[in-house]
């Protein structure tokens, strides 16, 4: 990845990181089920528990994002499988998912924060981030 492409991925990794205190995760350009970056900060504990799970194949966040673009909050998605009350109970809440791209090159983000639910604002600012990492990163394929 060139140097500026770089340095403006990571400038908006921390700006993320500044409204999301709990962490985030960003799949970007899924292709073939697999993205070709992966940005996350959720626990380590959590990234083990659902990686290890193979969670990701009832994901009700991954689920969405694959056929819908836009944001919509977690508690608005249905979690047929716990995944999501499994992610609260390792601190996740107040969940926001944003998807963006085509979907033969899907991005698709979460967000917790621990204090309350993201604002209308605070959602469409993170699903500008989104935006912004897809199209940086489509110059790095």
Same mark, same amino acid.
């Given at each position: 990845?060139?140097?500026?492409?770089?340095?403006? *991925?990571?400038?908006? /990794?921390? @700006? !993320? +990181?500044?409204?999301?205190?709990?962490?985030?995760?960003?799949?970007?350009? &899924?292709?073939?089920?697999?993205?070709?970056?992966?940005?996350?900060?959720?626990?380590?504990?959590?990234?083990?528990?659902?990686?290890?799970?193979?969670?990701?194949?009832?994901?009700?966040? *991954?689920?969405?994002? /694959?056929? @819908? !673009? +836009?944001?919509?909050?977690?508690?608005?998605?249905?979690?047929?499988?716990? &995944?999501?009350?499994?992610?609260?109970?390792?601190?996740?809440?107040?969940?926001?998912?944003?998807?963006?791209?085509?979907?033969?090159?899907?991005?698709?983000?979460?967000?917790?924060?621990?204090?309350?639910?993201?604002?209308?604002?605070?959602?469409?600012?993170?699903?500008?981030?989104?935006?912004?990492?897809?199209?940086?990163?489509?110059?790095?394929?």
């Amino acid at each position: 990845m060139k140097t500026e492409i770089r340095h403006s *991925v990571e400038q908006l /990794l921390h @700006e !993320t +990181g500044a409204v999301c205190d709990t962490g985030y995760a960003f799949a970007l350009h &899924i292709r073939f089920t697999r993205p070709s970056f992966m940005y996350r900060t959720y626990p380590q504990s959590w990234i083990s528990h659902y990686d290890e799970a193979g969670m990701i194949i009832e994901d009700p966040v *991954v689920k969405w994002g /694959l056929s @819908e !673009t +836009g944001f919509r909050r977690w508690c608005d998605l249905e979690d047929c499988n716990g &995944i999501l009350a499994d992610a609260a109970a390792h601190g996740l809440t107040n969940g926001l998912t944003c998807a963006v791209g085509p979907s033969s090159s899907r991005s698709i983000a979460g967000f917790t924060r621990l204090d309350r639910a993201f604002s209308d604002t605070e959602a469409q600012m993170l699903l500008g981030i989104t935006e912004k990492l897809h199209q940086l990163t489509q110059q790095a394929l």
